[in-house]
Nanobody, 121 residues
Framework: QVQLVESGGGLVQPGGSLRLSCAAS????????MGWFRQAPGKEREGVVC????????YIGDSVKGRLTISRDNAKNTIYLQMNGLKPEDTAVYYC??????????????WGQGTQVTVSS
């Protein structure tokens, strides 16, 4: 019954910004750790950022530190990924994820369908 539906991807210029959304159903996001992963062509899926439901603490991947951040809108049961200073190497399919326990191990239990982000001039 859990569904995670990403939106907001597209084509953006290098240095630009983009905000991805993930609308959740079948779960209450405030009760779960939530996060974002990405997978570029020819590369393994990597964790971007996740947020603890217990204290709001974040895990941020080294490759995106200082440029991407996660937020929650509990009223809309939606999480966001704000992406700033985008680089061509950020091009990937971005996946929303939820965790049945804490997200520190980067082992997600449910995934969305993904949304494509392409950074190109």
């Amino acid at each position: 019954q859990v569904q995670l539906v990403e939106s907001g991807g597209g084509l953006v210029q290098p240095g630009g910004s983009l905000r991805l959304s993930c609308a959740a159903s079948g779960l209450i996001i405030s009760y779960n750790d939530m996060g974002w992963f990405r997978q570029a062509p020819g590369k393994e899926r990597e964790g971007v950022v996740c947020m603890s439901s217990r204290d709001g603490s974040l895990y941020i991947g080294d490759s995106v530190k200082g440029r991407l951040t996660i937020s929650r809108d509990n009223a809309k049961n939606t999480i966001y990924l704000q992406m700033n200073g985008l680089k061509p190497e950020d091009t990937a399919v971005y996946y929303c994820a939820t965790f049945l326990d804490d997200c520190s191990g980067l082992e997600a239990d449910y995934w969305g369908q993904g949304t494509q982000v392409t950074v190109s001039s």
